[in-house]
Every structure is written in C-alpha cells, then in structure tokens.
C-alpha cells in the first residue's frame, strides 16, 4: 500500500521543510521495522518549489496471520483461504495508519527542533492514496474530509477496466488538497490516522480500551464537532458500543469545554470524588461468585470443580480462600485453558499454592474418571452454552458418575431479560446461549436431576431479587441425600436395579 504527501515552496520556505517536518532526509530512502512488515519512506521529487515524500508499505501476509486478531480480512470469520487471499498488501487501512503513527510519529505530534517555527505553521498540502477501500462510497469520503477543510477528489476504481459492465468496485482514488494552506503537518496527518480505518471499516487488530485514549488524541481540536462524529467514533473502535459511548461522552465534555472557554476537570466536577459515598452498582459476575463461595463454605467444600471453568475468574477467587485445599479447572477449550493458566500465573506460583490447584482439558458430555472424589462442582453460566439434547449427557457426567456431595448450578433467569435496556426483546444475552429458562423450567429440570440422581436440592436467587421477574441469574444447590446408599445410588434406584435383576432372572 502507498502514500504520498506532497507541498510546494519558496526560496524563503523551501518545500524540502517537509524532510524535516517528517524526520526523514530527502536525500535517501529509509527502511523501518513494523509488526506487519516493512515501511519504506523515499523522495520521488525533493526542489526548493515541490517536495514529495511517499511512505511504501510491504505487508507480510503471513505475520499478518499470525499475529491478527482472528480469521479473514479485519478479523473477520471468513473461509481460512481469505487469511492469504485478500486486500490487506495493496489498498490502504488500519495497517497504514499504524505505520504513519510508527514512522511519522513526532511529526503527528508537531514536534521539529531542526524547524520548530515550521512545524506550527499551515502548509499547501497534497495527499494521494492510489487505493482505498470506502465503505460508504465517494459520498462518504466528502462527508468525512471536507468540513476539515480539504477539497477531496474521489475516482472510483473499477471491479475490471477490461469489463467496465461488472461496475466499479469499493475502493477509490484519493486525493486531498488544501491548496492555501490551512492545516498543519501534524493535523493532516492525524486526520489520516483516524479516517483511513474508519473508512475501511475494520481493524487487523483487537481494539482494547486504550484505543479510546488514542482516538481523542488524534482528534483533538477537530472530532469534538465533526458533523460525522458519531460514524467515526463507532467505526474507529469496530462499533464495540461501550467504548463509543465513552468516547462519545469524552468528546461532549470537550466541545462544552470549548464552548465555555474553561478546562475540562472544572467543567466535569460535579462529583467530589473525595467525599462521593454513592455506593456503585456491584457486578452480577462478582455476585455470582459470592454466591458461589458462600454456598461451598456453608457445604464446608474443600476439593471443588470449576467445570466449564472458561479464564479461570472462579478458580482465581477459589485460590485466594486456604479453605479449598484442592481446586480443579476443566473446560473443553485449550485457548480458555490458556489464558486462564496465565491468568493464574501458574509458571510464577510458589510450590504449595501450585500444589492446590491443576487445570486439565476435558468434555462434560462425556464421563471422566479425573472428575471423581471431589466435594463439590459447580457448573456456573454453563448448561445454556449446551443443546438441550445434550444435557442428559451433561446429568450423567457429573451427578451419575462423577457424584460430588455438593454440586452447585448457576444459569440465566429469562424472566429477568425485560429489565436490560440494552437487551432487544426476545435475544438472549449471549450469542452462545442454546437457552435461558425461566425459573420454574430451571427448578423443573432441577428437581428432575436431584429425584433421579439421589440429591435434594434447594434455590437461591443470585442479584436483586426482583418481586415481578425474580432475580437475574438463579443457582441450585444439590446435596446429596440421606437416602443415598454406598454405591451412590438412592433408595429408588436400587429398586429400579432389584425389579430389572428379578425381570431378566425371569
């Protein structure tokens, strides 16, 4: 993928300003290090009247693979072929502007100690992207540069030259000017750090929290009241709506700052964070590990099963109590036993607390001898990632043949769902999740498990206990019952075993 950035000057200005505007020497052609590959920055034209520096980015498609974020182009689930075979070498995106931040870094700051007068002042720039992916058409790029203050010039690249009937393809031409000078270096090149992936409309990387950090930065002086402020924010951060909207909300604070000629910090202190004693909302996760924990104290649990155990947050909490002496993690996933044993940090852990806990793959349709011997499991938030066809096998697994005394089961409440505001009306809350049960289907099923298994079981609500819709997560508490004999089985079942034995002696 290329770049160029392009200015004219005078014998008072020279254009070659720009080799140290950008920190790169006209004279030669400089090679730089990236994640992805190789950006390259040469000088096709460097006189007193125009200079032109242009930034080459080699991509490694293979890194790209490796180190992206998932399958496909932007970490897209697309066929494994799209992982080799797609735009990513040729047509500018997130890969570019990463490498502009990289390579052109105190130049987006507007840093110059050789020129530091020029770095401050407006310059005629000229900027052209031959290939750029525009999801939203050359009506879109206007809408996003001109109130800038560039005049863009969009050509849209056909899918064939050869078969001009097949239409044009989504990428364009680019070319912005600014002829009188109205921008900065620096600001230009912010721009094109934030718009060249919102334009695209994808990332080839995880976009974490930081990243809101990292957009209100470059879009300081200008996002605060772009017209197309809301489509940016949410196309930088992949529409990932918690961090729009704290961007969004950041970025309202600026423009009334702005407004009213203040700072920031004494526009946004209506909370005295000293003497604030509002107490904030505790988590339903958290909750759910309270209960969790509170319910293995009271069945005085000292060997526990994580089953499903995901990252490791229960086991981590688990840990941290000397009364479990021997915690086991299972879950199906090897990536989720991965992240959980560094969350743990299981190769940094002294000898005796390594000795308490052990994480090992394993499926719960199937029985499993390692299961065995333990005084407690817990299945939290797991049985709805099952197909209802498949939880016998689950049932069977664990109260059949693994049998801990005490086993605790914690699933959604659907009943809850209509007190999310976020929650469109009828979606789960997971994508996952095969179900959600209302309370009496969950006790149903509940009840079931416990009378054929030999195990009591009682309810206890997890969160704010909501009069109408009850509360939003619901766990069971199996324990087994007096009744069992020795062999694990219940009154009831040795009966059912006696009448088959009298019935085959038959």
């Known amino acids: 993928m290329f770049l160029t950035i392009s200015t004219s000057g005078t014998p008072e200005n020279p254009a070659t300003d720009l080799g140290f505007l950008l920190h790169k020497h006209p004279g030669k052609a400089q090679r730089f290090s990236t994640s992805y590959g190789t950006a390259h920055v040469l000088y096709p034209e460097a006189t007193e009247e125009r200079c032109t520096a242009a930034l080459l980015l080699e991509v490694d498609p293979v890194a790209l693979v490796r180190r992206g974020k998932g399958k496909g182009r932007g970490g897209a689930p697309d066929a494994a072929l799209a992982q080799y075979v797609n735009d990513r070498p040729y047509a500018a995106s997130s890969l570019l502007a990463v490498a502009l931040s990289a390579v052109f870094s105190s130049a987006m700051r507007g840093v110059c100690k050789a020129r530091p007068e020029r770095a401050g002042q407006p310059l005629p720039l000229r900027i052209e992207v031959p290939a750029l992916p525009a999801r939203g058409g050359a009506e879109l790029v206007h809408k996003l540069f001109e109130p800038l203050g560039w005049t863009a010039t969009v050509t849209r690249i056909p899918l064939d030259e050869q078969f001009p009937e097949w239409g044009d393809s989504r990428y364009v031409r680019l070319v912005l000017e600014v002829p009188d000078g109205k921008l900065t270096l620096g600001e230009a090149l912010r721009h094109l750090y934030v718009l060249l992936p919102v334009l695209d409309d994808a990332k080839h990387y995880w976009v974490s929290p930081d990243e809101v950090d990292k957009l209100l930065r470059a879009g300081e002086g200008w996002l605060a009241d ?78 526990v099963l994580d089953l499903g155990c995901g990252q490791g947050q229960l086991v981590q909490a688990l840990l941290k109590d000397t009364r479990f002496t021997e915690i086991a993690g299972v879950d199906v996933s090897m990536r989720a036993l991965t992240i959980a044993s560094r969350r743990l940090k299981l190769d940094r852990m002294g000898e005796r607390q390594a000795g308490r806990v052990k994480l090992f793959q394993g499926s719960l349709a199937y029985t499993d001898k390692r299961l065995k011997g333990y005084d407690a499991a817990v299945l939290s938030e797991v049985i709805e990632h099952l197909d209802e066809e498949r939880l016998p096998a689950l049932e069977y697994a664990v109260f059949g043949s693994a049998r801990p005394r005490t086993v605790l089961v914690t699933t959604p409440n659907v009943e809850y769902n209509v007190r999310w505001e976020t929650l469109p009306a009828g979606h789960v809350r997971h994508g996952d999740h095969r179900f959600e049960w209302t309370r009496e289907e969950f006790r149903g ?20 206990d909501d009069p109408e819709v009850g509360p939003p997560t619901q766990m069971a508490v199996f324990t087994q019952s007096d009744k069992t004999d020795m062999s694990g089985k219940s009154g009831k079942s040795v009966a059912n075993d006696k009448n088959v034995k009298e019935v085959r002696a038959a």
Do not use: C
């Not at 009840?447 to 609500?461: L, S």
């Open 445 to 464: 099923w509940a009840r079931q498990v416990a009378e054929r298994h030999g195990y009591d079981v009682d309810f206890v609500p997890v969160g704010d």
């Open 226 to 303: 772009h017209p197309e402020q809301k489509v940016i924010t949410s196309r930088y951060l992949s529409r990932r709506w918690s961090l729009t909207r704290e961007a969004m909300e950041r970025l309202e604070l600026v423009r009334l700052a702005d407004a009213d000629d203040t700072d920031i910090d004494d526009l946004d202190n209506a909370v005295d964070e000293e003497s604030d004693t509002e107490e904030k909302p505790v988590p339903l996760a958290v909750l759910r590990r309270e209960a969790i924990l509170a319910a293995l104290t009271a069945a005085g649990a000292g060997r």
